[in-house]
């Protein structure tokens, strides 16, 4: 455990980013898992969709880096076209 002030909230800080991550990448490999999972062609862009969004925002929020998720959705994308 730390001693001083400054490295116990910096503690306090990493933790509350962490889970704030942990939220954000949750949900587009939740996304992205749904959307390999999807039997027909029109259910799985409908849910790709979903998971576009999902891996913008984990993007924009620096959860995940811009080429990742651009390498991500291009990955899902070509699966969910070859149903």
Known sequence: MP???????ALRQNAKR???NM???????????????ATSKEEALKIARAA???L????????IRKKTAARKLSRLMKKVNAK
Do not use: G, M
């Open 3 to 9: 001693n001083k002030q400054n490295a116990k909230k």
């Open 18 to 20: 962490r889970a704030r």
């Open 23 to 37: 939220v954000r990448k949750d949900a587009f490999r939740d996304a992205i898992r749904n959307a390999n999972k």
């Open 52 to 54: 576009q969004k999902a």
């Open 56 to 63: 913008d925002k984990a993007s924009k929020t620096r959860a």
